[in-house]
């Protein structure tokens, strides 16, 4: 077998050597052609496929997003009115009044807020005193949620049904139910004593005429919209009071807040974004979920046009180089030719060739015995070539590894190891950027070795240099790979703290401290014992840059040493005493 496979290779090879360049040309060009254009159409066929589904997508969003902060910023408006009305001053008499003008006031404010499909003030025990319509005027609410919540503060109950109240309004045309939306707000009088509360129960089908209306401006796209509530059940939309989304479908929707997924519904592919609102303002939200859906069939019609029209431009494309692929190929054997023949006379004039004899085509054959000539001194000026860039290449690293030592040389404190102060502030200008970019946390220390100057005066200060040496051994073990430290100069070290929070840092703060202060300096046969005093500040949005941080934790080493030192002080952004040390 592998006789007979040698066999059919040399045959081929033999046929290569009796074609001409011009020939062999115009074969590797047509398939080149063919293999580039082919591959360059698939890839911009699935490119604008994905980038149309992306703005179907981002469209889906959209149309999910703006509706979802349509419904939120209606309910911040009917909520807001409502505590406005509960708050004016000329109906603070009506309160404990005549229910008569209570409910003429009440009433005045449903005809101006139509969406309200009743509106009434219940005292604190929960009886309704005055109502629109005298619709459960004198009746109890002490048992409804909304009475229940709204004597602690402003409430917005979910949607649901109202028997009663529902059974006491007119009857739809369409026999559909009444749900509605309930707003509740506490009413004091003027000394802030409780009289009641003010509920409002909104028509929920407002929220369907705001679907309908989206629907109907939504570009001829066919968008299907509905609202959701948190726990996954269809308020208005295809299915109406059908569970849609649950378990770690509807958690996943819940904690993305907004985004796009494909689902199956009725056996139909469908494109779906959703937005989870949030609420608007003062108004909370209910984590009402917006889908907005099309069918992907539908969705993807474009996509899939404009994917088809590229392929057959591709096609076309590629028969047409197929047809230039001979004219290109004469044009290119005439040089080949030409250089051969150059070559030739360059290379014999120097002796024994270094090339290996190639085959594929006769010109091929005869460029390969020029070129073995003239690669002689080619190999030669590479090889020499190759000498100058090792020696290129050791010079190079041996600078780099100059450098490096040079930079460390200017980055570190020369007694203690630790980052100096030129390079220490470089480093937490970027993490103050960092801290403000991402709202991450930041703390700065600032230690000072108690009595320093007693030590020195005492001991000498070779013993001053060895008490600063243990001190930053033991800050550089106390801290974490993350953290930095530095000497600011003398017997002050700084250390910068990130991802850290108060109380975080105020532990770590003091165990440093104690850990200095059980710890002993040796110099020859004297031990002595140090203390430090510990400022301490963390990272506020109004910082303008890390001074301001360095500057606090300063203050609070202020306040350390002058109430006793050996101590750790929390120094606040708001801290009063900030500016009087300062």
């Avoid at 406005?84 to 404010?109: I, K, N, T, V, Y």
């Avoid at 009071?241 to 139909?268: F, M, N, P």
């Avoid at 431009?313 to 028969?319: E, M, Q, R």
């Avoid at 709202?439 to 200060?461: E, P, Y």
Wanted: aromatic letters at 6%.
């Amino acid at each position: 077998m592998r006789a007979l496979w040698q066999q059919a290779k040399n045959r081929l090879h033999a046929f290569e050597d009796h074609l001409t360049v011009r020939t062999q040309i115009a074969a590797a060009v047509a398939a080149l052609s063919i293999v580039l254009v082919g591959t360059l159409a698939a890839g911009a066929a699935l490119i604008s496929y994905r980038n149309t589904a992306a703005l179907i997508d981002s469209s889906l969003t959209q149309i999910a997003s703006t509706t979802s902060g349509r419904l939120d910023r209606f309910m911040a408006t009917r909520q807001q009115e409502i505590k406005l009305f509960a708050e004016l001053q000329p109906m603070q008499p009506l309160w404990q009044g005549d229910p008569a003008a209570l409910r003429r006031a009440l009433e005045s404010l449903q005809r101006t807020f139509s969406d309200f499909a009743w509106i009434g003030f219940a005292d604190t025990e929960g009886n309704v005193v005055a109502a629109t319509g005298g619709l459960l005027q004198g009746k109890s609410v002490a048992a409804r949620p909304w009475f229940k919540q709204g004597l602690r503060s402003v409430a917005i109950g979910d949607v649901h049904e109202a028997l009663l109240l529902a059974s006491l309004l007119t009857q739809r045309a369409n026999n559909e139910p009444y749900r509605f939306v309930d707003i509740a707000v506490p009413v004091h009088d003027a000394a802030g004593k409780l009289l009641g509360v003010l509920g409002g129960h909104l028509d929920w089908n407002w929220a369907s005429n705001l679907i309908k209306d989206a629907e109907a401006n939504d570009g001829n796209t066919n968008t299907q919209l509905s609202i959701l509530s948190k726990g996954g059940t269809i308020l208005v939309g295809p299915k109406q009071e059908t569970v849609r989304y649950g378990g770690d479908d509807l958690a996943g929707i819940l904690k993305a807040g907004v985004g796009t997924l494909h689902e199956t519904v009725d056996e139909r592919q469908m494109l779906t974004a959703f937005h989870v609102g949030k609420g608007h303002r003062d108004y909370q939200g209910l984590n009402w979920i917006v889908t907005a859906s099309q069918p992907a069939s539908v969705a993807l019609a474009a996509a899939i046009s404009s994917a088809q029209t590229i392929l057959a431009i591709g096609a076309v494309t590629a028969l047409i180089g197929l047809s230039l692929a001979m004219l290109v190929s004469r044009r290119i054997a005439g040089p080949i030719i030409a250089i051969t023949g150059e070559a030739d006379r360059i290379g014999r004039a120097h002796g024994p060739t270094m090339l290996a004899r190639q085959s594929g085509s006769a010109e091929v054959v005869q460029l390969s015995r020029a070129l073995r000539s003239l690669l002689r001194r080619i190999g030669l000026a590479e090889e020499r070539t190759r000498e100058a860039e090792l020696r290129a290449t050791e010079n190079a690293m041996q600078l780099q590894e100059d450098m490096l030592k040079l930079r460390q040389l200017a980055d570190t404190d020369f007694m203690t190891g630790l980052m100096n102060r030129r390079s220490f502030l470089a480093v937490a200008d970027d993490a103050v950027a960092f801290c403000r970019r991402y709202k991450r946390n930041m703390a700065t220390l600032m230690i000072d070795i108690d009595h320093f100057k007693k030590i020195n005066d005492t001991h000498g200060h070779p013993a001053g240099d060895d008490a600063i040496k243990r001190v930053a051994e033991i800050v550089s073990q106390s801290i974490r790979t993350t953290d930095k430290a530095a000497r600011f100069g003398g017997e002050e070290f700084v250390v910068l703290l990130r991802e850290i929070d108060q109380e975080t840092a105020a532990l770590l703060a003091d165990r440093i401290r104690t850990s200095i202060e059980s710890a002993t300096v040796r110099h020859g046969d004297i031990v002595i014992p140090i203390t430090v005093s510990v400022g301490l500040a963390l990272f506020d949005e109004r910082d303008r840059d890390v001074q301001d941080v360095i500057e606090r934790a300063d203050q609070g080493l202020y306040v350390a040493k002058k109430t006793g030192r050996n101590r750790t002080f929390l120094m606040p952004a708001t801290d009063e005493r900030a500016a009087r040390a300062a």
